[in-house]
Every structure is written in structure tokens, then in C-alpha cells.
């Protein structure tokens, strides 16, 4: 049930490098960001603000959704996510990779850790690329706004032609991957 | 109370699954529960980098390209290759979408095309070059550019559909 599977050791290691590494690469970049706010104080002030609104957003949603990733890779079998996700899952698996999108739950950063979680527990790609496009761009609450200013005809409109391609989007980037994958192998067995 | 709902809706309902669903996974099982923090703080070093760089970037990206001059850029373009500009524009940006449907209908309102909103909106919320390092990171290279180079020209195409339509 552990998270990391295969080769654990080196792989360890190897992930306490990169980590070791995004965090001095963050470091570098507060500093370089105080600097640039420093040469330009007039704008620093709308940077801060809007920054410190991401921060604070960040701060109520992110600790929740990583709990919600490890109670996930805890208590959701791998046959579920397979069953309603997987490979012979098909329309209906579309179905539930857009309305598990729809779900209101923040920002388009916080789903790539979730959809990790999924691919991980035997989700197709394409299911896993519609899920994302759906959660980046088909957000509950977030539509309700879309009405009251863009107008019933034109949001619904934009969802209706959103899913139908997102759905299309999925399945080529699916087939173009299994593709290429499949030529990797080919090429590796040959050598 | 009514805007505070609005703005806190997602938060409110994220912590209350979590909260639901951590209270129900202790009483049944107090070991995985246990495994199940190790991998929420484990995940959480991992992503807190490459977030915390994100919204440095955005913070610039808006602090020194606001929303007026942006609805400048948008209402002037016309034709196809406006519409390209725009979907341009929308994938390089971050704005939430609380913003940016205000956005949209002013830029509507002052007399930019419906191609043009409807590429700006679309690319805004699907393709995210802000959003990108932490998608590669995630979900590696190839789906994120395979997703990210569909999801602009379907943006494109969608919006050519609806100037159609509309």
C-alpha cells in the first residue's frame, strides 16, 4: 500500500535529491522575486497582495486535499478505481472522470497530485486527462458565476463543446501515448 | 454572507470532506489512518516548492500586467488572428475564475467578439504555462505537453464553434 512501489531505495534517495533541490530552486527564487520588488517598490505592493491572496487560499485548501490524497491511497481499493476508471471502464468511466472533475474542490494545481493518485491506483490516461481538463475548467460554483455574467446561452454553449472535445482530447492523447510507449519498447527489446 | 459563501465554497466543502472522512477513518482503523497522514505530509513536501514558486510567479504576472490593461490587449484584437492572440494570452495567465468572468463580460460589453472571450476563457482555465513546472513534475513530460498543446487548439476551435453558433 505504500505510495512509492518498485525500487525503494534508490529511489528514495533519488527522491530526496530533487526535493533537496526544489527546495534551494524556491529559496533562489523568493530572493531573485524580493530583489525585482525591491528595484520596482511601486509595484510591490499589488504583487504582495495578489501573492499573499494565492498564500492565503493556498493555506485553507492544500492541507485538507493532502489528506484527502492519503485517506484515498489508504481505503480506495485499486479494483474500484480500476473498475469505474480503468481500462474496460468506457463511457461510464468518462462520465465519472468529469463529474469527479466538476466536484468543487479549489484550484488546477491541487489536481495533479490527485490525479496522480488515481494513475497510480489503475486510472486509463484518458480518464485521467479528462478528469483534469473537466476539474480545470467545469468547476460547480465557478459555472454559476460564468451564468450570472457570460449569460445561460453562452456558458452552456462552452460546457457543451468543452466536454465533448475534452472527452475527444483524452482519448487521442491516450492512443498517442500507448503509441509511442509501445515503439520505446520495441527499440529497448531490440537492443 | 452571501459573497462569503461564494468565495469559500470550495474551502468550506474541501475541509469538510476531509474532516468527514478523517473522523470516519480513525474510528474504523487507527493504523492506516496513520499511514494515510504519512502520505498526506509526504505529498505535501513534495508539491509546497513548486506551489509556493507558482504563486510567486502569478503574483508578478498580475502585479505587473492588471486587468484593465489585459481587457485593453483582448478588446482590440479582431479576426483569427486575434483570436489567436487572445487564446495566447488566456494560456499564459492565471486569473481565478472569479475575476476573469467579470473580465469577460466587460471585455463583451465593450465590443470584443464572442471567438475572442470564448478563447480567452477557455485557454485561461484549461492550458497553464504558469502551472506547467508542477504539472511536468506530477505527470511528466509527455502528457503535459500532448495536454497542453490539445487543450489550446480545441480552446481555439471551440471558440471558432461558438462565434459560429452564436
Do not use: H
Request: hydrophobic share 55%; aromatic share 10%; proline share 4%.
Amino acid at each position: 500500500m505504500n505510495s512509492i512501489g518498485l525500487n525503494k531505495s534508490s529511489g528514495k534517495i533519488k527522491q530526496k535529491k530533487s526535493l533537496i533541490r526544489d527546495y534551494i530552486i524556491m529559496g533562489i527564487i523568493i530572493v531573485a522575486a524580493l530583489v525585482t520588488l525591491f528595484i520596482f517598490p511601486d509595484k510591490s505592493g499589488p504583487v504582495l497582495n495578489i501573492s499573499k491572496n494565492y498564500f492565503l487560499e493556498l493555506v485553507m485548501v492544500l492541507p485538507a486535499v493532502m489528506i484527502i490524497i492519503g485517506l484515498f491511497s489508504v481505503w480506495i481499493p485499486k479494483e474500484t478505481v480500476v473498475k469505474y476508471m480503468g481500462k474496460t471502464s468506457g463511457i461510464k468511466g468518462i462520465f465519472i472522470s468529469i463529474i469527479l472533475g466538476m466536484l468543487p474542490t479549489g484550484p488546477l494545481y491541487i489536481a495533479f497530485p490527485m490525479a496522480v493518485a488515481l494513475l497510480k491506483k489503475g486510472a486509463k490516461i484518458s480518464n485521467i486527462i479528462i478528469f483534469i481538463s473537466a476539474w480545470a475548467c467545469i468547476k460547480l460554483p465557478q459555472e454559476l458565476i460564468e451564468i450570472q455574467f457570460l449569460g445561460i446561452e453562452f456558458t452552456l454553449l462552452r460546457l457543451t463543446l468543452t466536454i465533448i472535445f475534452v472527452a475527444i482530447m483524452g482519448i487521442i492523447i491516450e492512443k498517442i501515448i500507448e503509441f509511442t510507449d509501445r515503439k520505446k519498447i520495441k527499440v529497448e527489446e531490440r537492443v | 454572507m452571501n459573497s462569503f459563501l461564494k468565495n469559500y465554497l470550495t474551502v468550506i466543502i474541501i475541509n469538510l470532506i476531509a474532516f468527514i472522512w478523517f473522523i470516519f477513518s480513525l474510528i474504523k482503523d487507527k493504523n492506516k489512518t496513520k499511514e494515510s497522514l504519512k502520505i498526506a505530509l509526504k505529498t505535501l513536501f513534495r508539491t509546497i516548492p513548486v506551489i509556493i514558486i507558482i504563486i510567486i510567479f502569478i503574483g508578478f504576472l498580475l502585479g505587473f500586467l492588471p486587468p484593465d490593461i489585459i481587457s485593453r490587449i483582448v478588446g482590440e484584437q479582431a479576426g483569427f488572428l486575434g483570436i489567436l492572440v487572445t487564446a495566447v494570452l488566456g494560456s499564459v495567465l492565471f486569473i481565478p475564475a472569479l475575476i476573469s468572468f467579470p473580465l469577460a463580460a466587460s471585455l463583451l460589453n465593450g465590443g470584443a467578439s464572442i471567438m475572442s472571450v470564448a478563447a480567452f476563457i477557455t485557454t485561461l482555465t484549461m492550458v497553464g504555462i504558469v502551472t506547467l513546472p508542477l504539472e511536468i513534475k506530477e505527470m511528466g513530460k509527455k502528457i503535459t505537453i500532448l495536454r497542453n498543446v490539445f487543450s489550446f487548439i480545441f480552446a481555439v476551435i471551440i471558440a471558432l464553434i461558438m462565434g459560429v453558433i452564436m
